[in-house]
């Protein structure tokens, strides 16, 4: 158990609505990361955070935002969310010094 | 512009037989590198990764080998179980304060028996 809830497992809302999902660890991990998951394209990183209030972008962070309050949450919103944004969201974290990531069970998200 | 590649999606494979996944880099820099299980409704899981002062790492029926002149990885599975079909993903890093994982698009291993 690597200490990673992820919370809704499953969504489905509507095109247009705001949608936040959220992650929460138990192991002290000072950064956090979000995934998503699309056929043909692997795991493709959103954003990322190195510290409370620290973010960073990923590589397909268009439409999506993040914030990082305490060191145990990472938030990931959907201000607006788009058909193109159905997907399965993961969030991973790791220790400082240890590139291994540790990855909770992921969030189905459906926008109709 | 996919920096790390997995060319083959699927693999099928006999129970007791050796498994071998691969995976290409474009990025020279990259310089630590490590495979992932993934079951369908579960989140990846590490399994075994090596770093680019290696080319070759074990951890029991697992093997991870690193060709860095032809920026190559791959995984052998032997003898491979029926509990290994899952998806497997590559990925490769940057090592440094805020590195990220690049992850390629995944080979889905089915041992069949």
């Known amino acids: 158990d690597a200490g990673i809830t992820q919370s809704p497992r499953h969504k489905v809302t509507e095109t247009g609505t705001p949608v936040t999902l959220r992650c929460h660890q138990t192991e002290n991990h000072r950064y956090m990361y979000w995934y998503r998951q699309d056929p043909g394209h692997g795991l493709r990183l959103i954003h990322y955070?190195?510290?409370?209030?620290?973010?960073d972008k990923g590589e397909v962070s268009d439409g999506y935002s993040v914030s990082r309050s305490k060191t145990e949450d990472f938030l990931l919103t959907l201000e607006s969310a788009t058909s193109s944004q159905t997907s399965v969201y993961f969030c991973a974290a790791r220790q400082s010094g240890n590139e291994k990531l540790f990855f909770g069970s992921g969030t189905q998200l459906s926008v109709l | 512009d996919q920096q790390v590649k997995q060319n083959s999606p699927s693999l099928s494979v006999q129970e007791g037989r050796i498994s071998i996944l691969n995976c290409d880099y474009t990025?020279?820099?990259?310089?630590?590198f490590l495979w992932y299980k993934k079951y369908p409704a579960e989140g990846p899981t590490f399994l075994i990764s090596?770093?680019?002062?290696?080319d070759k790492n074990e951890d029991g029926r697992f093997t991870v080998f690193l060709n860095k002149s032809a920026k190559h990885l791959s995984l052998h599975i032997v003898p491979s179980q029926p509990g290994d079909s899952a998806v497997y993903f590559c990925?490769?890093?940057?090592?440094?304060?805020?590195?990220?994982?690049?992850f390629g698009t995944g080979t889905r291993l089915q041992v069949t028996l």
């Open positions: 990925a490769a890093s940057l090592t440094g304060t805020a590195s990220k994982l690049t």
């Open positions: 090596i770093s680019s002062i290696k």
């Open positions: 990025n020279s820099m990259f310089d630590y």
């Open positions: 955070s190195y510290g409370v209030k620290d973010t």
